[in-house]
Each structure stands twice: as C-alpha cells, then as structure tokens.
C-alpha cells in the first residue's frame, strides 16, 4: 500500500484546468480520465481530447513514482464538495482511496503508462505577454467558419517580422490582428478554434512561453502547460484583399455606430437581420425594415462621403465593431458589392488590425 499527500486547492484547480480538455462522451477511454503523474515531490495532472492536451503540475508529499488514470466527472464532482485541506490518496491493487478528514470514498484507476499524452516536443519558442494572446485569439476565433471541411475552419497564425499575426474567415468575415513579438521566429500554422477557446480559457495576463515543433505549447507560469496539435492544411491566400486602396472613407464614433446598429437591426428580418445603410455627403442613414410585417427603423449619424448604399447583416457588422478596441473607426468601400473594410483610428502601429465584411449583394 502506496499513498501521496496533496492540497484539495491546488488539486482542484489543477482538475478545473485541465478539465477543459476532457470529452466525456469520448470514444477512446482516456479521453474521459484525468491523468495523474506522481513522483516523489510533484503530482502533475493530465488530460486531452486528441487535439488539445493540458497539464499542470504542484508540490505534494509522495512515497510512490506512478502513471494513473483515474474517472474525470466523479474524481472532480466530489472533489468539488470539499473544503480546503490535506487529501490523502491511498493506492490498493487496482483502487485508489481519497481521504479527507472524517470522508472518503474509492475508485477504480488504469494504469497511465499508456496515456496518449504527447512527449516533450522542443521547438523554437519566445514569450509572448498574455494579455495580447487572448487579444489575438478573441478578435479572430469568432469569424472562423465552423460547418465546413475547408482550411478556414481553422484560425491561421503567422510568425514573421517580429510579430505573431491571427487571421480567420468564414467567407462572410474576414478578421486579422497583428501583435509584436522579440523572436525571429518564421512559422505558419493552423490551429482549431475549439484548441484556441480552451487556451484562450487558461491564460491571463501574464508572460506565456510558446513554442513550435511537431505541436505549438503555451506554457504559463502557474505550471500550466498547453499543447494543440497543427491542422495539416493551407490557409486561403487572403494577402491580395488586404492591400487594397480605398476612395470611400467614411469616419463614426464607434459607440454611435453600434448603437444604431442594435436599434435597426431590432426592426429587421428576424432571420437576415439586413440593415440598409444609406451614405451621404454630411450624414448616414441606417434602416432596418420587415416588410412583411410591416416594421421599420430608422437612424442617422452625422458622418458621410460620396453618395453609396449598401446592405449588410447588423448582427455581424455589430461584431465586428466590437472587437475593435478604439473610440473611433473608419470604414472603407468602393462599392455596393465589395467588401467593407473596417479598421481603428488612431490605434497603436505596433498593432496592425483590422476586419472586413462582405454586403448583402441586393
């Protein structure tokens, strides 16, 4: 009989983290059980769903060196209903006892030798602060088609030029953000939004250390450590959209903009959400309308260029806009056909971003 003794915190937060990577209707076994790592002085805790795999590791007081797997959902569950203090896990044949002052319970474990928990890949890496990483990932994600079975299901980071650019598109929205990095690292890679959520989940706001091999890692400082597997395709050629040269630049306050939005796309199509954007010489009108139920809105805002109308979904247009971090936005379009490009005014030039919408062709 072997035991190891750890704090309910810092095992609880360590099953909370790592938990986010957890399938429980997953087809393979593992990827329901947490995997627990146990030397003489560190308990590091694993789990993965194929794509995703986390760890993070604390300090306990242990006579054993083993690999256990160990049920997810009942381990946390009960785990959960403990107040702080010492745990003490004793390993039997092929059970495992939790004790917790007056409480205990036992459970069945497999062995962990045969975890499918990736080996230490050793890439080119820098560090990277976190704020800037969930940036990254929050502005794009969101557009990253999800119904498909091409390259832009997929978030695209860049590394290049000492900056780490994300760019998605689901053919409708188009989002990049560039942010600046100490490393002359050059990569292209491909991650799944749904690995993306789950890191973006993990981080705050301190110094994250990434690097690149067979997989990308993120590794925090709390112990924290993020592997994602690379999707194996090529991301569209999107370079060609992004150079070109505007003679329609209309300003607006953002809130402004935003605002009328909300109110015209209350009055829309509960289905297209289309909003009639009307631009004049000193001011733009938004309209949404239901003909069929015979409704309309109407808002103005005092800013415009050469005459143009176009039609766009406001929801979509809605956010876009707020993923954009200044008070004031410009919007670029030639025609009512092509595309909207939207981007900050007076945002930082070390941060080079900015999205574009597609109009509703009338």
Known sequence: MSKFICNRNALHNALSTTGKAINQNAIIPAFSNYLFDITKDTLTVCACNGETFISQHFPIDSDIEVKLQLPSKKLFDWISTLSDQPLTFIIKESTIQIVAGDDKCSMAFDSGEDYPFPQADTGEGFTIDGSSLIDGINKTVFCAANDTQE??????????????????????????????????LVADILLAPSALSIVQSCMFGAPVKVSIGKMITFTLMTGIVIKCSLVNKKFIDYKPMISK????????????LIGALKRSSIFSNDVTKLVDISIGKKQTTLCGKDVDLARDSESVLPSGCEPLDICVNGNLFIQCLS?????????????????LYIKSINAPKTKQNFMILLPYAL
């Open 151 to 184: 390259s832009y299901d997929n978030v695209s980071i860049e590394f290049g030029g000492k900056s780490m650019t994300f760019t998605a598109t689901n053919k409708i929205v188009f989002s990049t953000w560039s942010y600046p990095v100490e490393s002359d």
């Open 245 to 256: 040269v505007f003679d329609n630049v209309v300003h607006f306050n953002r809130s402004e």
């Open 323 to 339: 993923k954009l971090d200044t008070d004031d936005v410009y919007i670029e379009v030639r025609s009512p056909k092509e595309p």
